[in-house]
Every structure is written in C-alpha cells, then in structure tokens.
C-alpha cells in the first residue's frame, strides 16, 4: 500500500474586504475551530501562489482569476493576491500528525492576502467545513484558534490597499 504523506509546507490566506471585514470557515473535522483558508503544497514544485489559489478555490469557491474578474461568478483579480512575506514554523497538532511522514513534527506556513471587493457567499466543501462566517477583524482574530492565524489577521490594517 503506497501512502501518500502531507508536504509539511502550507499556506494560510487571509480573506478581507476594505471594510477589515474577514471571512472565517469553521473545521468539519474538529467542529468550533474557525479559520482562514489553509492548505499543503500539492507537490514540492508547487509554487507557493499556485497553492494559495488552489485552497482558496476549494475551500470558498472564490476563484482568483489573471483575466478581468467577474465579481457575479466570484472571480477576483490575482492582482488582489498578496504575498504577505511572513512564514510562521509550528509544531503540528498530534491530531493531525499521522497525516504527514514519520518523523515530520514541524510545518513551514507561508501567509497571504486576498481582498475582495464584496463580502462573496462562499461555496463550502462539506467534508472541510461546516460554516463561513464575515466579522470586523478583531472578532475574527478573537475566534480563531490558531495564533498564527489570529496574529496575521491583526496585521491586516498594514496591509489594506486600493483594489485594481
């Protein structure tokens, strides 16, 4: 039996608008968890963008598009898409450590930015999640229960800029 282990670098993504409003997804498997979007690199060639894209589009339904955005199909520019330049290494939780290889105790996450133009209803994935949720940033940050999430969110006001 080929087993195929988690890569131990991922990427959490910060959805906004310009309000400071922040779109939260609560966990399936560990109902009362709330979160941004998060995610591993498919593969080690992965770029890290092209996993941010991907996790946003399978967790939300929010597609981040090159060519012009249509807001009616939930589209958002790439330009909206921001490399926050912060990576955070944590120990990974023992409930979710048999996910990755023998051994792998630590995770590399590499944050990002999107801003929306609009609060966007989200197309959930059931086996995920169970609810989306858009509060002011600081309650957003209150509830998540990871710090480096809740740390990044907090930072949002610095990184707030005009839409393309």
Known sequence: ??????????VLVVIYTKELDVLLIERADRPGFWQSVTGS???LSEPLVRTAIREVFEETGIRIVEKMPRPENHEVSA????????????EIFSVWRHRFAPGVTENTE????????EKF????????HLDSIWLPYREAAEKCFSY???DAILQLPRHLRPLP
């Open 121 to 128: 209803p989200v197309v959930l994935a059931p086996r995920e």
């Open 41 to 43: 690199r498919d593969s």
């Open 79 to 90: 330009a909206c898409l921001e490399d926050w330049k912060i990576e955070n290494v944590f």
């Open 148 to 150: 480096t999430n809740r």
């Open 1 to 10: 039996m080929n087993v195929t282990y988690k890569i131990p670098q991922s």
């Open 110 to 117: 590499h944050v990002f930015g999107l801003q929306v133009p």
